[in-house]
């Protein structure tokens, strides 16, 4: 009771008439309803737009810059009182509830409101134990200090002390954590190739992350987010042996700590762990694996699109084109697939027409039915792009031209990458695709035969082994790798 009358007095009735939240259910005409109902349903909404609707006037005018203010002092005011959406996981719901208990804390007791401070804190400890919030968990000890001193209980306060040092040292060791992860996430997102320079710096920071992984302190925070830096470390130099020994290792992890295991946790695990056992051309264990992503999210949500791309490169990469190409109907037919970014929407036609073209098998009649006009017609955005995504569509040109023969066109589509590759392709950019360009500027001087085409492949993917081992490159705007498409190239059957 002595936390409760603490409260009344502090929240007097002054103040309390003084706060001012939204109230989208109250009856009559609400500006502040509709202001918000507006902004919920049509979020892409123009300003100049919200204005008419609100009040039949500009977004400059007065009347509506009063009618804004006055939503966004009631809109912050509630969100003091946030409850998150009705969707959230119980996970994001609990850790919200924590942050905002244990600041209410913290206010209570800068204002001399020791004991409702107290309730609070001992109400949300075992919440943010659980999910090992550090900085949550200095605050509640430091106040959980201030309880044993004001309650005069010195073995509590020596108790109190120990947590309380401890969360401190493993809040400095995430902290140092953090800084071995930015440091290294720059180096990978601003180099499209790793030199020898960015290598050694990477190999240091790997080590570093080694040492604050495994200091007892240690979090488990800590040691996912290092693990984040490995995984995206050996994907860019494609070691997936690695990849897959880290998720092993990970795994036992994650069975201490199942509460930490949330389902975008799960699914970049185990999108991993498929992209790894693609790579690495491994079946057995792949089915349960699809199975289990397949679960995770509803059909047509962002989570299961990304899911069906993990799956279509899982087998592609394992050459089950039949699947592969089921995967990418499916989702071209998909309810919510014209929600989908537009790029991202034509990506899919092009990965659904190299499948196509993998899966003939050289076959003509099956090449014929692939209406590649049709598709170019189907890429804008893609075809139009500068920096270096319409690369796909390029290959993909040059390589259905070629299995079917049609020198004529395929001349005409070499003339057109000549132009490309002069203005957009510069040194030391897109180096894997500059290689395969280059391969066809060798093969198109004997006009495209097919023992130019295997000598010049054969010193192409030379190249690509010297540039996998001395500069790892980012396989940017790839999704059948080049040495297969020479591979394919190099397998094309003599004679029309």
């Not at 203010?69 to 959230?88: C, G, P, Q, V, Y």
């Not at 200090?145 to 947590?163: G, H, Q």
Request: hydrophobic letters at 35%.
């Amino acid at each position: 009771m002595d936390e409760i009358k603490e409260i009344i007095q502090f929240l007097s009735i002054k103040k309390l008439r003084r706060i001012e939240t939204l109230n989208i259910e109250e009856e009559g005409d609400s500006v502040y309803r509709d202001f918000y109902y507006i902004l919920l349903n049509e979020p892409n909404i123009s300003e100049e737009e919200l204005a008419q609707k609100i009040a039949n006037t500009t977004k400059n005018d007065k009347k509506y810059g009063m009618i804004k203010s006055r939503f966004k002092k009631r809109l912050f005011n509630h969100a003091l009182f946030l409850e998150l959406s009705e969707n959230s996981t119980k996970q994001a719901l609990e850790i919200s509830n924590a942050y905002r208990s244990i600041y209410t804390s913290v206010l209570f007791r800068g204002n001399n409101i020791r004991k409702a401070s107290y309730y609070i804190v001992n109400k949300t400890l075992k919440v943010i134990e659980k999910y090992e919030l550090l900085d949550l968990l200095i605050i509640a000890y430091q106040i959980k200090l201030n309880e044993s001193n004001f309650y005069n209980k010195p073995k509590k306060l020596n108790e109190y002390a120990d947590k309380l040092l401890y969360y401190s040292k493993a809040l400095s060791n995430y902290s140092n954590c953090l800084v071995i992860y930015e440091k290294a996430s720059l180096i990978l997102s601003k180099s499209k190739v790793l030199n020898q320079a960015d290598l050694e710096k990477l190999n240091a920071l790997i080590q570093d992350s080694l040492t604050v992984s495994e200091l007892p302190e240690a979090t488990f925070e800590t040691k996912w987010t290092m693990f984040n830096f490995k995984m995206n470390y050996y994907e860019y130099i494609g070691d997936y042996q690695s990849i897959e020994k880290q998720i092993t290792y990970f795994e036992k992890i994650f069975l201490k700590k199942p509460i930490l295991f949330y389902k975008t946790r799960k699914l970049l695990l185990y999108s991993w762990k498929l992209d790894a056992f693609g790579y690495l051309k491994i079946r057995k264990g792949a089915k349960s694996l699809i199975n289990y992503l397949h679960d995770l999210y509803e059909p047509n949500s962002m989570g299961w699109y990304y899911i069906q791309r993990k799956i279509l490169y899982y087998y592609m990469h394992t050459e089950q084109y039949v699947f592969a190409i089921d995967i990418s109907h499916n989702v071209i037919e998909s309810k919510k697939m014209t929600e989908l970014n537009i790029k991202l929407q034509e990506m899919w036609l092009l990965w659904h027409t190299y499948l196509q073209i993998l899966n003939a098998n050289y076959n003509q009649e099956k090449l014929a039915t692939i209406k590649l006009a049709k598709i170019l017609n189907s890429v804008p955005q893609i075809s139009k792009d500068k920096l270096g995504l319409n690369t796909l569509v390029r290959t993909l040109e040059i390589i259905y031209r070629y299995l079917i023969y049609d020198d004529e066109n395929l001349i005409e589509t070499y003339n057109a990458l000549l132009i490309y590759k002069s203005r957009y392709l510069k040194p030391n950019k897109l180096r894997r695709a500059q290689i395969f360009f280059d391969m066809i500027t060798a093969t198109s001087k004997r006009g495209f035969t097919n023992e130019t085409t295997k000598r010049e492949g054969e010193k192409a993917l030379k190249r690509y082994e010297r540039l996998k081992n001395d500069n790892p490159e980012r396989k940017a705007y790839e999704f059948i790798p080049y040495e297969k498409l020479i591979e394919v190239m190099m397998g094309r059957p003599a004679g029309n």
